[in-house]
């Protein structure tokens, strides 16, 4: 069974950082591209940034290009989100989803990916 949990988020300061993770089981890390998604109330659930879990290589949607970084340790089966220079519009739910991936472009809308966590939230006041 695929599990998927995240855990890291809380409230946190304008400016400030938050590292993300999410710890996979259930499948083998190397096949999959691991995405994390944010959801803001009354917003539609937008695809953050992306790992391959075969060779790391990684996306990220325009907005947090430079503040955040996506890496993972295929160790843990874990995959992490640092999250600095935090904005007041990064406040959302966080959710990590998985997906089986052959490499050939980026999943970055909600759909292509089959398996979700929880979520966790994140608020950032100013």
């Known amino acids: 069974e695929v599990q998927l949990v995240e855990s890291g988020g809380g409230l946190v300061q304008a400016g400030g950082s938050l590292r993300l993770s999410c710890a996979a089981s259930?499948?083998?890390?190397?096949?999959?591209?691991i995405g994390w998604f944010r959801q803001a109330p009354g917003k539609e659930r937008e695809g953050v940034s992306s790992?391959?879990?075969?060779?790391?290589?990684?996306y990220y949607v325009d907005s947090v290009k430079g503040r955040f970084t996506i890496s993972s340790d295929n160790t843990k089966n874990t995959v992490y989100l640092q999250m600095n220079s935090l904005k007041p519009e990064d406040t959302a739910d966080y959710y990590c989803?998985?997906?089986?991936?052959?490499?050939?472009?980026?999943?970055?809308?909600?759909?292509?990916?089959?398996?979700w966590g929880q979520g966790t939230q994140v608020t950032v006041s100013s």
């Open positions: 989803a998985a997906s089986p991936w052959d490499g050939s472009g980026w999943y970055t809308e909600p759909y292509e990916y089959n398996y």
């Open positions: 259930g499948f083998t890390f190397d096949d999959y591209a």
């Open positions: 790992i391959s879990g075969a060779d790391g290589s990684t």
